[in-house]
């Protein structure tokens, strides 16, 4: 009979936590670029439709985003709010 797998006879390995997205493949550089900050207030003034040109220009602060998202399953009409909301908190920064 096969053994179950519970927390007393998992290794140490097993229990770890492993995070599902790769943080380390991001530039996770801290500071706003002119080119960004440009495209991050233009965004925040309009309704924003992702764009080939947005995505371009903001490539290392959505890419992350959008992992997650596809990850988690997000529906699409919430993406764009929550990219607006963290847009708007890097613009304040």
């Not at 207030?41 to 947005?54: E, G, M």
């Not at 998202?69 to 909301?85: A, E, N, W, Y």
Request: with cysteine; proline share 3%.
């Amino acid at each position: 009979m096969k053994e179950l797998k519970t927390t007393s006879n998992l290794s140490l390995q097993d229990r770890k936590w492993q995070f599902p997205i790769d943080v380390d493949k991001y530039n996770c550089h801290l500071d706003i670029n002119n080119d960004e900050k440009k495209e991050i207030q233009a965004i925040l003034k309009t309704t924003y439709r992702r764009s080939h040109k947005t995505d371009k220009a903001l490539e290392r602060l959505l890419n992350p985003l959008y992992d997650v998202f596809k990850f988690i399953q997000t529906q699409k009409r919430f993406i764009f709010p929550i990219v607006k909301v963290i847009l708007r908190e890097i613009d304040n920064k």
